[in-house]
């Protein structure tokens, strides 16, 4: 199945003194969701933005917000981001004692649920939860930090899993990317079976209406 594709600027790219005019931007350029990036300093080696946040931002925008929660015990904030105005929540499978359970808990709170995998996390762990699943995020780098660059197994690593959902009565659970996504590399991505396309420096780098209307335009052709 081929879902339409949807951009989403990543926040960890974005002028944290200027938020606010950021998302507006991003909103104005056409994006389709807005990714924000939340770290802890112990999953990953880097602290960025909370719950706060998130409630700030919420009436300033009616873009989707995407909250990629790479944190520890994640179950003890997910409530709180879904307060916040958080429209998807993702967690790492890294992180989840009982993955279930907590993908319960996103969707008991009415939002959509999805998971994460590391580069070099078994795509198996992906195949016994998708069917709890709205969307699966594949990282294509190791998170943690910005601007990296794309790992080139993902493309192979993303087939395999659109492969799985497609056969297995799961076509409706999107993919989505994170991770050194580039005007450059967009189409491969999509074409791999990635529908939502995370970026950060590859957008905002530069005129982010102009790069998004070039990456928008190398999927399409």
Partial sequence: MTHSLKLAPS?????FANLERDVRLCESA??????????DGHFVP?????????????PKTSMIIDCHLMIENPDAYIPAFAEAGADWISVHVETCRHLHRTLGLIRSLGKRAGIVLNPATPLEFAYSA????????LMSVNPGFGGQSFIPSFISRCRSLR?????????????????????????EIYQAGASILVSGSGLFAGDLTENMRLMRAQVNS
């Fill in 11 to 15: 926040l960890l790219s974005a002028d």
């Fill in 30 to 39: 056409g994006a389709d969701v807005l990714h924000v990036d939340v770290m």
């Fill in 46 to 58: 880097n602290i960025t933005i909370g719950p706060l946040v998130v409630q700030a931002l919420r």
């Fill in 130 to 137: 998708a069917e709890h699943c709205d969307f699966i995020l």
């Fill in 163 to 187: 492969q799985y959902l497609d056969s297995h009565g799961l076509a409706h659970v999107e993919i989505e990317v994170d991770g050194g996504v580039k005007i450059d590399n967009a189409a």
